[in-house]
């Protein structure tokens, strides 16, 4: 039997992060992981569809060459080479994290875990190959092959989340896939109807959109992306518009049927449609991953959903185990389960940590980009707060007028009497790497006075927060003051 000081279960972004720092702090730590390190996150999510949706950037720019005086001839889309490159990516950064754990001296164990008590797990193989053509297998039985056992004076469940499937008649057809599956796609498909119109969704309309796919995306609230600030749903949903995407919001599938030449998908909304496709993808979210890992044995609670129930500590309800990550269900965010791999493995090392939940920086790689963080106009209404909101367009600005990409707009939410920002949210140019000084705004208390007069560089993409900020002030400069009631 092995044993450590800490045993983490799961190997994404918030398992090898926590390994990592409690083996820093001294811990001797083992990972149980039956796939590649990194999780969700790097294998079949944040980074391989960010390798994908760059190759569509270039392709998208390299077909408007000609706007910006560079003439290009036999443009063509290689989707193989667009893989390829995506594999390659993914396996760099995998095999870097791999690297990482063994320099940290964490020990790696391959297979699938199953709790025999709160801190003691036996871990069976999981044969090869450790995933399917279709994505992950996330709840695969472990072989019935010996199985290797651990013990730990702590332990940490860090085993993620996995796509929720919908009951939808017809949900079983061959041609139906889940984000996951959409990966083993080996070409573009001609015609694909997405279910689901929040981040992920709304990544893979944007992504097969550019590449030449006639898409269709269905969302069931009043806007594209509906965690966001309306505003910026609303603007996504005519973006996808003018781009050729089939947005239709307030509605739902309810059945998909197996036609002569691909599949029918009957939509229920407004009006009734049926809208033909080849591929049907549904995103439209994550359940936790926990199946066949017998978590009963453990003892740790779950809400009704399944998600088990942490404090700020990242403790469960049963001594020396902890939960981070996806499966907590506090937010699907892989810089959420870093953040929280960390403040678990400080708090079991003796150390201090804590998390701010009210300062989460999220980001949906669509063209138009969408980030944000804190609360929305409607948020911050309905806590109570009487605040004053503005937005700057990324049209007014030299360096979006350079860069040919003027699309979009800052939204800051601050309050009316001391000018505190209590949200960002943007869409347009670099939106994932502009939020950052939102979320620093508000983590500082920042007012809309100090983000006005804090000197940004000139042409940069950067000054729209700055420029926003006078907006709120009713002081703009780059565009027109406020209309005199």
Known sequence: MQEFDLLVVGGGPGGYVAAIRAAQRGLSVGVVEKE???GVCLNWGCIPTKAMLRSAEVYETVLHAADFGVQVEGVALDYDTVRRRKDSVVKGLTDGVAGLLKSNGVTVINGHARFTGPTTVDVYPTGEPPLGAD??????EPSGAAFEQVRAKDVIIATGSVPVQLPIEGADLPGVITSDGAFGLTEVPKRIAIVGGSAVGAEWASLFATLGSEVSIIEMQKTLVPAEDAEVGKALGRSFSKRGIKVLTEATVSKIEQAKSGLKVTVDGAKAQQIDADVVLIGVGRKPNTAHLDLDKTGVGVDERGFIQVDDKLRTNVEHVYAIGD???KAL???VASHQGVVAAETIAGQHAAIDYNVIPAATFTHPE???VGLTEEQATAAGHEIVTAKFPFAALGRAQTYGDTEGFLKIVAGKKYGEVLGVHIIGPSASDLITEGALAIALEATLDELAETIHAHPTLG???MEAAMAALGLPI????PRKR
């Open 327 to 329: 499966v907590t269900g």
């Open 463 to 465: 000054e729209v927060g």
């Open 478 to 481: 780059h565009v027109a003051p």
């Open 36 to 38: 590649r390190p990194g």
């Open 370 to 372: 969408i980030a944000s």
């Open 333 to 335: 965010l892989a810089h």
């Open 135 to 140: 994505g992950p297998r996330y709840a695969a």
